[in-house]
């Protein structure tokens, strides 16, 4: 016999601030509503904000799932400063004067980018090498080959551009680098260039605009979180595995 669905197994779509990691997000979120199961469906560095898909008791069997999406981001990349980890977190390693960029320029570098991309994971990442994830031996000072992994870029361009900040917007599939992408258009203008924000706007089905903000959400009743779970049936739907109503 299967176990009854309660009003809290589903998704919680959480619009995450700057600072804390996904995984603070759904340890705050746990301890606040006193839920056993709670999971997220693709990582937010630190210093991104932005859609985060938490999946809460059995909704957390389809994380996976939704995990595979493709994801829509937008975020501005800085010219002129290199960083060691390709984003404003790292240490700066190198800065050169910005040539003169116009947007039809960025945008020409940006559509090379477009379609299938081998990419190499930066070294301060998560993905582990012998078990060690690769920002721990980066800390080290040691730099190790990594194994590329094939990515598909849906759409990628800049909607703006004020020296030195280019604003942008990109769709991929699940496990790109945006920060890689900025780091190597910032080597095609020749002055090196970084991530300096970026906000994940969609994942699959979910949209930002639906999400209600980290901080609102830790100050809800149980009945109000009640309200805003997707329900596990429509979840479900969300990932494919039921037909649309």
């Not at 020749?190 to 639906?210: P, T």
Request: glycine share 8%; hydrophobic share 40%; net charge positive.
């Amino acid at each position: 016999m299967m176990d009854a669905f309660t009003p809290f197994d589903g998704a919680l779509l959480v619009d995450k601030p700057k600072g804390p990691t996904s995984h603070d997000v759904v340890a705050a979120v746990r301890r606040r509503f006193n839920l056993k199961k709670v999971g997220h469906c693709g990582t937010l560095d630190p210093n991104a904000t932005g859609l985060l898909v938490l999946v809460l008791g059995k909704g957390t069997k389809l994380a996976e799932k939704l995990m595979a999406d493709d994801k829509v981001y937008e975020g501005e990349i800085r010219f002129g400063v290199t960083t060691d980890s390709y984003d404003a977190d790292g240490k700066v390693t190198a800065t050169a004067p910005v040539p003169p960029l116009t947007l039809e320029q960025l945008n020409q570098w940006a559509a090379t980018f477009v379609g299938d991309l081998m990419q190499v994971p930066p070294m301060v990442s998560a993905v582990k090498k012998g078990g060690v994830p690769l920002y721990k031996l980066a800390r080290k000072g040691v730099e190790v080959e990594r194994e590329p992994r094939l990515v598909h870029i849906y759409r990628f361009r800049f909607t703006d551009y004020q020296e030195p900040v280019g604003r942008f917007e990109l769709a991929c599939t699940k496990g790109t680098y945006v920060r890689s992408i900025a780091h190597e258009i910032g080597q095609k203008a020749g002055c090196g260039a970084h991530l300096a924000s970026l906000r994940r706007i969609q994942s699959g089905a979910f949209h930002v605009k639906d999400a209600a903000p980290m901080e609102e959400i830790l100050k809800w009743s149980p009945e109000e979180l009640e309200r805003h779970v997707i329900p596990l049936l429509d979840l479900a739907r969300a990932a494919g595995l039921l037909p649309s109503k």
